[in-house]
């Protein structure tokens, strides 16, 4: 009998939810049986801002636990990741992406536009905190820690102290919680972090058989929309303290698919806001994020990030799906 695959995990609900979706995901392909392996993060065990807490937080101790081969294979929410690769480690599937927008989940039902100023909105993301301060609608924006449940318990729970919480609508979804959401944010007003919503499928570069079997689980539009976001963001070398957003989407053009990729940099406090848009061929996803990426810096972007901690190549961590 084949040994079951070991899936190393986060503990978390989400983490948990999202993993045992890819575990049997991957048992319907390929017959393989996988357990779920926790692994407790640096990040799990902090409750500091996530924006303080350094690089990979949610990521390295899984990584740890591919390279000692105390499992087979690890699921990370893509946007934990480092634009850097990891040595010996090896993205062998990007599952079908969810939906990549942001939520707003609010006493009364309100959406955004019928908060009164002064609301009180709490949010874990500085890129969140920035956009919803450049709207000009006289929020109280505060950053919160927390998995889901806490954080809707902050808004829902009979100790609520918020008026309305901003997160990421792919793990209200993967956690059948839709329907506290009160409204679904254009990204238009709120575009998404760099990968949001996407999953990344990591094993050991040399197991070529196990690289093969993942493969199934690779959703081709998903792994270019995140790749061109991405690229955006290495190229931009953003600190964790600088609010970085993009989102592409790819859609059928005049001569086959093309990527839409939109890219921003906003200052903490909303006031500088640049944002730029490219399209390419999904083959070129890579390149179309440097190059926008080079538009913003050449519109001042490396002053926003200058300002806000200019980082090196790779260092990016913009926190929990959750």
Not at 33 to 39: A, D, I
Not at 149 to 174: E, I, Q
Not at 292 to 308: P, Y
Request: aromatic share 2%; glycine share 10%.
């Amino acid at each position: 009998m084949t040994a079951p695959l070991r899936l190393g995990t986060r503990g978390s609900a989400l983490a948990m939810a999202q993993s045992g979706q890819v575990a049997e995901a991957l048992t319907a392909a390929t017959g393989r049986t996988v357990e779920l392996v926790e692994v407790v993060t640096a990040g799990d065990r902090s409750s500091a801002p996530v924006h303080r807490l350094g690089v990979g937080v949610f990521v390295s101790a899984l990584r740890d636990a591919l390279t000692a081969g105390t499992i087979d294979l690890a699921v990370h929410s893509y946007k934990d990741l480092p634009t850097a690769g990891a040595a010996g480690l090896h993205i062998a599937a990007v599952p079908p992406r969810q939906d990549p927008r942001d939520a707003l989940v609010a006493k009364g039902g309100r959406t955004l536009a019928e908060l009164p100023p002064g609301a009180v909105v709490g949010t874990g993301a500085l890129r969140r905190i920035a956009q919803l301060h450049a709207l000009g609608l006289q929020l109280e924006v505060t950053p919160i820690r927390g998995n889901v449940d806490t954080r809707l318990g902050r808004v829902l729970g009979p100790d609520a102290d918020l008026d309305a919480v901003v997160l990421a609508r792919a793990g209200l979804a993967r956690l059948d919680r839709t329907d506290v959401i009160t409204e679904t944010l254009d990204p238009m007003l709120m575009l998404p972090a760099p990968a949001q919503g996407a999953l990344a499928v990591e094993c050991r570069s040399d197991n070529p058989d196990l690289v093969e079997l993942l493969a199934v689980l690779d959703h081709a539009p998903s792994r270019a929309a995140v790749t061109a976001e991405r690229a955006l963001l290495a190229t931009l070398e953003a600190g964790c303290s600088a609010p970085v957003a993009a989102y592409a989407e790819l859609a059928e053009g005049d001569n086959g698919d093309e990527i839409y990729l939109r890219g921003a940099v906003i200052s903490p406090d909303g006031t500088r806001d640049l944002r730029l848009s490219r399209t390419g061929t999904p083959a070129d996803a890579a390149e179309i994020g440097k190059a926008l990426a080079a538009e913003l810096l050449e519109l001042g972007a490396d002053s926003i990030l200058g300002h806000e901690g200019h980082a090196g190549p790779g260092t990016q961590q913009f926190g929990s799906t959750e």
